[in-house]
């Protein structure tokens, strides 16, 4: 008789640069995923600047996954686009907003496929969460959290109505589910499937 031996999951590393000070990192570091890195960059830095910057962090270390996460805001196209290029020609993994980040909380909530400010976004929140929403906020995971499945699959729906992908023009879309579903699998307790 054979004898069955589980393998225990292999755990990942991440690398995670945000252009964000503490919108993005807050965020990320809510997620229970053993030696996860997040390396806050970039305040001010163009996104090309921010990828570049990636890129150096990850040759410092040895991480399982890399990726560069940072929004369109009011940065050229041109930008924009080229950031998303270089970073996948480096094999490092991105997870953008366009416009914002904030577009990935309101898809906890609803599908929205309509360009709108930032400003916008914040409205929205704040009628969602039912309190003001606080840009920097510690707590925001843990209030989004249980609406995480949704927000996934309105990213994964937003991503699909466009035919072609251009980052810069499918205003609004995020790939931010990506990274989020990267965490999630790793973060799975041992023994789980």
């Not at 990726?67 to 009011?74: L, T």
């Amino acid at each position: 008789m054979e004898r069955r031996v589980d393998a225990l999951p292999v755990r990942q590393t991440f690398l995670i640069v945000c252009e964000g000070e503490k919108t993005e990192p807050n965020y990320f570091r809510r997620f229970r995923v053993p030696q996860v890195i997040i390396q806050v960059e970039g305040l001010g830095m163009n996104t090309v600047g921010l990828v570049q910057r990636t890129i150096e962090l990850r040759q410092q270390g040895d991480y399982d996954q890399t990726w560069s996460v940072f929004d369109k805001d009011d940065f050229s196209d041109k930008d924009f686009n080229d950031a998303i290029v270089l970073a996948r020609q480096n094999g490092i993994c991105v997870a953008y907003s366009n416009q914002s980040f904030e577009l990935w909380y309101v898809l906890h909530f609803d599908f929205m496929h309509s360009a709108i400010t930032r400003k916008d976004y914040m409205k929205i929140l704040n009628e969602k969460l039912g309190k003001e929403y606080k840009k920097n906020s510690l707590t925001i995971y843990d209030e989004l959290r249980e609406r995480q499945a949704t927000a996934i699959r309105n990213a994964r729906n937003l991503l699909n109505e466009y035919h072609l992908p251009r980052p810069a023009k499918n205003d609004p879309s995020t790939t931010v589910h990506l990274l989020v579903e990267q965490l999630a699998e790793f973060s799975k307790p041992f023994g789980t499937s």
